[in-house]
């Protein structure tokens, strides 16, 4: 269940960060990162979502994204959890989920907050 500060609406711009359950590292090499990127790809294209920036920390992942239709995070997180998870079974043989339950969502409404957020994605990766 994501913590969203407000509703998601269509078109909507959302700074989303998913942790990685008790803050343990989510990706153990390239070949990981690869999937999770893979799937947020096609998950992105599925629900319609436009990615503008991204960063994949060991323990975290940022995501900016746009919305074409509403509740479109609640679709689009899910979706990429559940297809790297299939990556880290078939890989590892990798049984539970390496990420928290909820994830954070932050609208972003100003166009320069947007930059802002951008930038501050970017640095972290």
């Given at each position: 269940?994501?913590?969203?500060?407000?509703?998601?609406?269509?078109?909507?711009?959302?700074?989303?960060?998913?942790?990685?359950?008790?803050?343990?590292?989510?990706?153990?090499?390239?070949?990981?990162?690869?999937a999770?990127?893979?799937?947020?790809?096609?998950?992105?294209?599925?629900?319609?979502?436009?990615?503008?920036?991204y960063?994949?920390?060991?323990?975290?992942v940022?995501?900016?994204?746009?919305?074409?239709?509403?509740a479109g995070?609640?679709?689009?997180?899910?979706?990429?959890?559940?297809?790297?998870?299939?990556?880290?079974?078939?890989?590892y043989?990798?049984?539970?989920?390496?990420?928290?339950?909820?994830?954070?969502?932050?609208?972003?409404?100003?166009?320069?907050?947007?930059?802002?957020?951008?930038?501050?994605?970017?640095?972290?990766g």
């Amino acid at each position: 269940m994501p913590r969203l500060a407000c509703p998601e609406e269509a078109h909507g711009t959302l700074h989303v960060v998913q942790r990685g359950r008790a803050r343990s590292a989510c990706f153990s090499r390239a070949p990981d990162r690869t999937a999770y990127l893979r799937a947020l790809r096609e998950c992105a294209e599925c629900e319609q979502c436009a990615v503008h920036a991204y960063a994949l920390m060991g323990n975290h992942v940022h995501l900016l994204f746009t919305l074409a239709r509403p509740a479109g995070a609640a679709r689009l997180m899910p979706a990429i959890v559940e297809r790297y998870a299939r990556h880290l079974a078939t890989a590892y043989g990798h049984a539970d989920s390496v990420w928290e339950d909820a994830y954070d969502a932050t609208p972003v409404h100003a166009r320069r907050h947007l930059f802002a957020t951008m930038r501050y994605i970017e640095r972290q990766g």
